[in-house]
């Protein structure tokens, strides 16, 4: 009982500790000190460590008393560091379980008060080096310049809501900056406050005003330059509303599936159209089930050369799709355009050469990404497939490549041209917002699996999860995507990451050959917008389409470091901007706060981003949330797309959509005309 009353009074801190401190005796020349009467200080209670190293040495007394007296000390120490160690782990792994649940921080799994302090760092703007190294980055000249800003900070829910920085006069010792306190911490990146200390303003005050300074000069020699104007470049200065390029997609009609040219005086007039609302170029998509569709490595390109020659007659800008799945559904069911009838010959024999779910229904839009280096197509694998057809087209079309007529090729690395599974096909009964199934149940991914669970030491997770549902679930009803679910346990964390590695793996495969084919001319990869249950812990959707991006981890980066060491240009769908508020709510969806993630960290990662817009996305409202997508005002950089490829639902001669709203978008695109949605 003494030692519990002990022990509590050491760790209360108002209890008196004097008692561990030596006693201080001042000496007096007057009274000089008398060693025989002069009484012996209590020596130092030993502590931590010098309490174990006194423990080894041995009392200094053969008194038993003083022995079981520096036992209790040492017994009630480990007791105190005990508690104050079970304490701080306490409140680590509440941080951490917060952060992981509502931030999106890259915390590991087993992350210590280091790795919460570098991630906090991080996301307030300030580097972390390796070995704790943690300062903040000079800022940009232009926020040297300007002693404030208007920040607009983008939110969730979209609605935009304007942040501005109040800042006092350099003199004044008292600057104060007010921060709306609704800005999210992600945003608090965007947000810049300029130092303006009494030093920074004594090396300009000898010049006079501070851009003739020498300092002004060297700034102004180190500005950036990024690229996005015209598709070549701009700085980071760029005009409020920048050009940008806009291509059309020309109507898949025009091309038959004998690779004829189908109408060519109907395709004069679509071009026509185009011509006449300036639009800047065409994109081309070049069908593999129509150019080998009938014999292995016979490549039929004469209905592309025709079509090519009278785009030259237009002088237009040219991009092709190197498009390796299948389009469209008849009434009946068919593919419009299938892979070719070779491929699906293959595949009566060997089904696991398609994408497979879990109940085993084969998925034919596109081969799996299991076969990539299998050789079951003919004696050849799968990217040896895509890089033969990839190096006929190059070889074909050499003449327009030596023209500049072809601008860019765009590289089709999944389901609908995107890089993605097809987990939420509608041909296999999916309906939005299911969260869709995973597609890993073919052979040859179930023995990638199987290799790396073995290499993880745990044979048994060569699974894939049964409690994921299907198609149309919601989150909340399975146990594997629900708050706290089996997607953030040990199994589930390695599944995913496998699934996601799988995604990662094909589109280096794929773009390291596409690099050898295209040499010099820019590549093109287009990046799926998977926004419903993004305000879930989980990510449901995007988890089954290939992206392991819940919200303790960001699954974006390590796709665009691939997508980087190629120097590629990422083409982000603009999906979702037609959805109401009703049905956003419904599905927990955030297409805004999914854009926000992605282009920034595409940004950070110095890569180029351009467009797309969706089928659905083509009335005035969508087409101006577009225009704000591309050119954000809000961005402090004043970063924006490099060029926007518009989708049409028919061609223009239809008339489908109404030319004065087109018009009004390409327009607005151009930036001869400041559009927003206050003016639809």
Same mark, same amino acid.
Request: charged share 25%.
């Given at each position: 009982?003494?030692?519990?009353?002990?022990?509590?009074?050491?760790?209360?801190?108002?209890?008196?500790?004097?008692?561990?401190?030596?006693?201080?005796?001042?000496?007096?020349?007057?009274?000089?000190?008398?060693?025989?009467?002069?009484?012996?200080?209590?020596?130092?209670?030993?502590?931590?460590?010098?309490?174990?190293?006194?423990?080894?040495?041995?009392?200094?007394?053969?008194?038993?008393?003083?022995?079981?007296?520096?036992?209790?000390?040492?017994?009630?120490?480990?007791?105190?560091?005990?508690?104050?160690?079970?304490?701080?782990?306490?409140?680590?792994?509440?941080?951490?379980?917060?952060?992981?649940?509502?931030?999106?921080?890259?915390?590991?799994?087993?992350?210590?008060?280091?790795?919460?302090?570098?991630?906090?760092?991080?996301?307030?703007?300030?580097?972390?080096?390796?070995?704790?190294?943690?300062?903040?980055?000079?800022?940009?000249?232009?926020?040297?310049?300007?002693?404030?800003?208007?920040?607009?900070?983008?939110?969730?829910?979209?609605?935009?809501?304007?942040?501005?920085?109040?800042?006092?006069?350099?003199?004044?010792?008292?600057?104060?900056?007010?921060?709306?306190?609704?800005?999210?911490?992600?945003?608090?990146?965007?947000?810049?406050?300029?130092?303006?200390?009494?030093?920074?303003?004594?090396?300009?005050?000898?010049?006079?005003?501070?851009?003739?300074?020498?300092?002004?000069?060297?700034?102004?020699?180190?500005?950036?330059?990024?690229?996005?104007?015209?598709?070549?470049?701009?700085?980071?200065?760029?005009?409020?509303?920048?050009?940008?390029?806009?291509?059309?997609?020309?109507?898949?009609?025009?091309?038959?599936?004998?690779?004829?040219?189908?109408?060519?005086?109907?395709?004069?007039?679509?071009?026509?159209?185009?011509?006449?609302?300036?639009?800047?170029?065409?994109?081309?998509?070049?069908?593999?089930?129509?150019?080998?569709?009938?014999?292995?490595?016979?490549?039929?390109?004469?209905?592309?050369?025709?079509?090519?020659?009278?785009?030259?007659?237009?002088?237009?800008?040219?991009?092709?799709?190197?498009?390796?799945?299948?389009?469209?559904?008849?009434?009946?069911?068919?593919?419009?355009?299938?892979?070719?009838?070779?491929?699906?010959?293959?595949?009566?024999?060997?089904?696991?050469?398609?994408?497979?779910?879990?109940?085993?229904?084969?998925?034919?839009?596109?081969?799996?990404?299991?076969?990539?280096?299998?050789?079951?197509?003919?004696?050849?694998?799968?990217?040896?497939?895509?890089?033969?057809?990839?190096?006929?087209?190059?070889?074909?079309?050499?003449?327009?490549?030596?023209?500049?007529?072809?601008?860019?090729?765009?590289?089709?690395?999944?389901?609908?041209?995107?890089?993605?599974?097809?987990?939420?096909?509608?041909?296999?009964?999916?309906?939005?917002?299911?969260?869709?199934?995973?597609?890993?149940?073919?052979?040859?991914?179930?023995?990638?699996?199987?290799?790396?669970?073995?290499?993880?030491?745990?044979?048994?997770?060569?699974?894939?999860?049964?409690?994921?549902?299907?198609?149309?679930?919601?989150?909340?009803?399975?146990?594997?995507?629900?708050? =706290?679910? $089996?997607? +953030?346990?040990?199994?589930?964390? &390695? #599944?995913?990451?496998?699934?996601?590695?799988? %995604?990662?793996?094909? /589109?280096?495969?794929?773009?390291?050959?596409?690099?050898?084919?295209?040499?010099?001319?820019?590549?093109?990869?287009?990046?799926?917008?998977?926004?419903?249950?993004?305000?879930?812990?989980?990510?449901?959707?995007?988890?089954?389409?290939?992206?392991?991006?819940?919200?303790?981890?960001?699954?974006?980066?390590?796709?665009?470091?691939?997508?980087?060491?190629?120097?590629?240009?990422?083409?982000?769908?603009?999906?979702?901007?037609?959805?109401?508020?009703?049905?956003?709510?419904?599905?927990?969806?955030?297409?805004?706060?999914?854009?926000?993630?992605?282009?920034?960290?595409?940004?950070?990662?110095?890569?180029?981003?351009?467009?797309?817009?969706?089928?659905?996305?083509?009335?005035?409202?969508?087409?101006?949330?577009?225009?704000?997508?591309?050119?954000? =005002?809000? $961005?402090? +950089?004043?970063?924006?797309?490099? &060029? #926007?490829?518009?989708?049409?639902?028919?061609? %223009?001669?239809?008339? /489908?959509?109404?030319?004065?709203?087109?018009?009004?978008?390409?327009?607005?695109?151009?930036?001869?005309?400041?559009?927003?949605?206050?003016?639809?």
């Amino acid at each position: 009982m003494n030692d519990d009353q002990s022990l509590r009074q050491d760790l209360d801190p108002q209890s008196d500790h004097s008692s561990d401190y030596l006693p201080h005796h001042p000496h007096h020349p007057s009274h000089p000190l008398q060693p025989q009467q002069q009484p012996q200080p209590q020596p130092r209670r030993p502590r931590g460590f010098a309490a174990t190293a006194a423990g080894s040495v041995g009392p200094t007394s053969p008194s038993t008393p003083t022995t079981n007296k520096g036992k209790r000390e040492r017994e009630r120490e480990k007791e105190r560091t005990k508690l104050r160690e079970r304490l701080r782990r306490s409140i680590t792994s509440r941080m951490l379980a917060g952060l992981r649940q509502y931030g999106n921080f890259p915390l590991p799994a087993r992350a210590d008060m280091n790795d919460v302090l570098a991630a906090l760092a991080r996301e307030a703007g300030w580097v972390v080096e390796a070995d704790g190294t943690t300062y903040r980055q000079s800022p940009p000249p232009s926020q040297i310049a300007m002693g404030m800003r208007s920040v607009e900070s983008p939110v969730s829910s979209g609605v935009r809501a304007t942040k501005s920085l109040e800042c006092h006069p350099p003199h004044n010792p008292s600057s104060v900056v007010r921060i709306d306190e609704s800005l999210s911490p992600a945003s608090l990146d965007s947000v810049v406050i300029a130092e303006r200390d009494t030093t920074k303003n004594e090396k300009f005050s000898s010049g006079g005003s501070p851009i003739n300074s020498v300092e002004a000069d060297q700034l102004m020699q180190d500005l950036p330059i990024r690229p996005g104007n015209h598709g070549i470049g701009t700085t980071a200065f760029s005009t409020p509303n920048p050009y940008v390029p806009l291509y059309v997609t020309l109507a898949t009609g025009f091309i038959n599936n004998y690779c004829q040219l189908v109408d060519p005086e109907g395709l004069r007039q679509e071009l026509t159209h185009m011509q006449s609302l300036s639009v800047d170029g065409v994109v081309v998509d070049c069908w593999w089930g129509i150019v080998e569709g009938w014999s292995p490595q016979k490549y039929v390109w004469s209905g592309y050369r025709g079509l090519f020659n009278i785009l030259r007659e237009f002088k237009f800008k040219l991009q092709v799709v190197m498009a390796f799945h299948e389009y469209g559904r008849s009434e009946s069911g068919e593919a419009l355009i299938p892979l070719p009838q070779w491929i699906l010959e293959i595949g009566k024999e060997n089904q696991d050469i398609f994408f497979t779910d879990r109940e085993g229904r084969r998925n034919t839009e596109c081969l799996s990404w299991g076969i990539d280096k299998e050789r079951v197509l003919h004696g050849r694998t799968g990217v040896e497939v895509y890089f033969d057809f990839m190096r006929s087209f190059r070889t074909e079309f050499d003449d327009l490549f030596a023209e500049g007529l072809i601008s860019a090729v765009e590289i089709g690395l999944g389901s609908s041209g995107e890089l993605k599974y097809p987990s939420f096909s509608g041909r296999m009964g999916w309906r939005y917002p299911g969260v869709g199934e995973f597609q890993c149940y073919d052979r040859y991914l179930q023995q990638s699996l199987r290799r790396a669970a073995k290499l993880r030491g745990h044979s048994f997770w060569a699974r894939g999860p049964d409690n994921a549902g299907e198609y149309n679930s919601r989150p909340h009803e399975t146990g594997f995507f629900c708050e =706290r679910g $089996d997607y +953030d346990s040990y199994y589930g964390r &390695f #599944f995913l990451h496998w699934y996601a590695q799988s %995604l990662i793996d094909h /589109a280096d495969n794929v773009l390291s050959l596409a690099s050898l084919a295209f040499d010099e001319t820019k590549i093109i990869v287009k990046v799926p917008a998977v926004y419903w249950w993004y305000k879930t812990s989980s990510h449901a959707a995007e988890l089954t389409s290939g992206y392991y991006n819940p919200t303790n981890q960001d699954g974006y980066s390590p796709v665009f470091e691939v997508l980087k060491k190629h120097s590629v240009t990422v083409k982000f769908v603009c999906s979702g901007l037609h959805i109401s508020s009703q049905d956003n709510d419904e599905a927990l969806a955030d297409p805004e706060g999914l854009s926000w993630q992605v282009l920034n960290l595409a940004w950070d990662q110095g890569l180029l981003v351009a467009g797309e817009n969706a089928l659905s996305c083509y009335d005035r409202e969508g087409c101006m949330r577009i225009v704000e997508m591309v050119k954000p =005002r809000n $961005d402090p +950089d004043h970063r924006h797309f490099s &060029f #926007f490829v518009y989708q049409q639902p028919a061609p %223009l001669v239809q008339g /489908a959509i109404c030319f004065s709203e087109l018009d009004f978008f390409i327009k607005c695109m151009h930036g001869e005309i400041a559009g927003d949605l206050e003016s639809c």
